[in-house]
């Protein structure tokens, strides 16, 4: 299995940074934890094919996390013509916020019909489903005012705090690997994950991969062993 930090900023590209997702390739394939306005660039710099994506995991409806889906359905439709089918899955709304931007980015495309089959999966926290040949469990994530909800994700053996202010209890039991958020160097705020709080509370996982980093925290981070300062297209073997 290999994880990739296609970006590791956080919403305001610091340091130049791409806005944080992540990509895995395991045995089923390859899916993508969120996808930002940044993502698509960065597969192109990766040297890799947006149809090989067999499923994309949004955690919330920020824009630094489902702004790029457009991107990735107009090259889809206009480019690459694709055909297999893709999964996605994220919070309650969703559907309509995904709609809602391909039609205010592209709206004639958004009339028309997709070329491939696509399956939106709106989850609760405490949901477990089986997406794309994986296992999938939602937690709360601490980030966002009712009654929008925010998301962590354990897939399989991978564990995803998403933008969060703390990490959700039992999203890491037996996880081989965290990807957490450290936006800031001191403490946690009451969106979002701070360095000072998370290294106190760092969970018993094999590797912890940073990302979601503000300038602060990249430059003033020095991460103990298993603990990984991400930059864009890092990436890690499982």
């Known amino acids: 299995m290999r994880v990739t930090a296609v ?3 956080d919403a305001f590209c610091s340091g130049g940074r791409g806005h944080t997702c992540w990509l895995i390739d395991d045995a089923q394939g390859t899916f993508m934890v969120d996808f930002g306005a940044t993502a698509l660039a960065a597969l192109k710099r990766l040297g890799r094919e947006p149809d090989g994506i067999g ?3 949004f955690t919330h409806l920020h824009g630094d996390h489902i702004a790029g889906w457009p991107f990735l359905l107009v090259d889809a439709m206009y ?3 694709r055909r297999s089918p893709l999964v996605v899955s994220g919070p309650p709304g969703t ?3 995904l709609q809602a931007l391909w039609s205010a980015c592209y709206p004639a495309a958004a009339e028309r019909p997709l070329p491939f089959a696509l399956e939106v999966r709106e989850l609760e926290p405490g949901d477990r489903v089986e997406l794309a040949g994986r296992s999938l469990r939602a937690f709360r994530a601490r980030h966002m005012s009712p009654p ?4 962590s994700l354990r897939i399989g053996d991978l564990a995803f705090t998403g933008d969060a202010a703390e990490i959700a209890e039992g999203l890491c039991d037996g996880a081989a690997l965290l990807c957490t958020e ?5 403490e946690s705020t009451g969106e979002h994950l701070g360095w000072k709080t998370l290294r106190e509370k760092l969970p018993a996982v094999p590797q912890v991969l940073l990302g979601h980093l503000g300038e602060d925290a990249r430059r003033g981070i020095a991460p103990p062993p298993g603990v990984r300062v991400c930059d864009d297209l890092d990436s ?3």
């Open 7 to 9: 970006g590791s900023g």
């Open 55 to 57: 499923a994309v995991h």
């Open 79 to 81: 480019r690459s013509r």
């Open 95 to 97: 559907k309509d916020r």
């Open 148 to 151: 929008q909800i925010a998301l």
């Open 182 to 186: 450290c936006t800031n160097l001191g």
């Open 236 to 238: 890690v073997e499982l």
